[in-house]
């Protein structure tokens, strides 16, 4: 069965991003080496409504009692699920925006993060629903050390990444870009030509 690469992408720069070059590459080397690959691309720097209350009226709602208007309110969520569901391997970028991710980002989270879909809570606690999944976070940053104590954009998309239930998590960082553009991409572009060797 082929498998379907999702690449998300995030950065407000169409141009002169190291995470969409980054993304990019990595996606290329990963569908060279997987037979039949398929790749999806969402980008999502634009940004998604917020959840409001409707919406999650809407989503605690047994999904057989829904109405119409609040079908069409998850509607997006439901093909934002869908297509992640879809995924085998997931490709998404961080560029490190005020020591996070960017709202953009957080938007499809908050969309794509949902109860009975991609998790549910068990007697013995909370259960990601989307197993057997590989992803790849591609982070950028200016000054922040990814990893750091400071680092809330890796840390936090590894953390709800493992909520869903991917725990199969790769991070390639090209951070302290302020510092040292040329040494920081060459680090990661390394980095890459390492994950897709040893890609399955
Ligand atoms: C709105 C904004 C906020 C940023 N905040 C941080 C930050 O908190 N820490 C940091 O190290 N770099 C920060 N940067 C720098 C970016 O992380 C850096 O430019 C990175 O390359 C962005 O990814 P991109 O090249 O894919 O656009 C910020 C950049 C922008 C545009």
Not at 115 to 135: I, M, V
């Amino acid at each position: 069965m082929s498998k379907t690469i999702l690449k998300i992408d995030a950065s407000a720069r169409k141009a002169g991003s190291a995470t969409r070059d980054l993304t990019e590459k990595l996606v290329n080397g990963l569908a060279a080496k997987i037979a039949g690959a398929k790749t999806v691309t969402r980008d999502v720097a634009a940004g998604f409504p917020l959840v409001d209350e409707e919406w999650i009226g809407a989503n605690f709602t047994d999904p057989a009692a829904r109405t119409d208007e609040q079908k069409a309110k998850l509607a997006l969520s439901d093909s934002l699920v869908a297509e992640l569901k879809a995924a085998d391997v997931i490709v998404i970028a961080a560029p490190v925006y005020n020591f996070g991710i960017p709202a953009s980002l957080k938007s499809w989270i908050d969309l794509v993060a949902r109860a009975r879909e991609t998790f549910q809570y068990t007697e013995a606690g909370p259960e990601g629903l989307l197993k057997g999944k590989k992803a790849y976070i591609v982070a950028a940053s200016g000054g922040t050390p990814v990893g750091s104590s400071y680092d809330y954009a890796t840390t936090y998309l590894r953390h709800v990444f493992g909520f869903l239930g991917i725990t199969d998590v790769e991070v390639v960082a090209a951070d302290k870009l302020a510092m040292d553009a040329e040494g920081s991409i060459k680090a990661a572009n390394e980095a890459i030509d390492a994950l897709v060797a040893k890609a399955a």
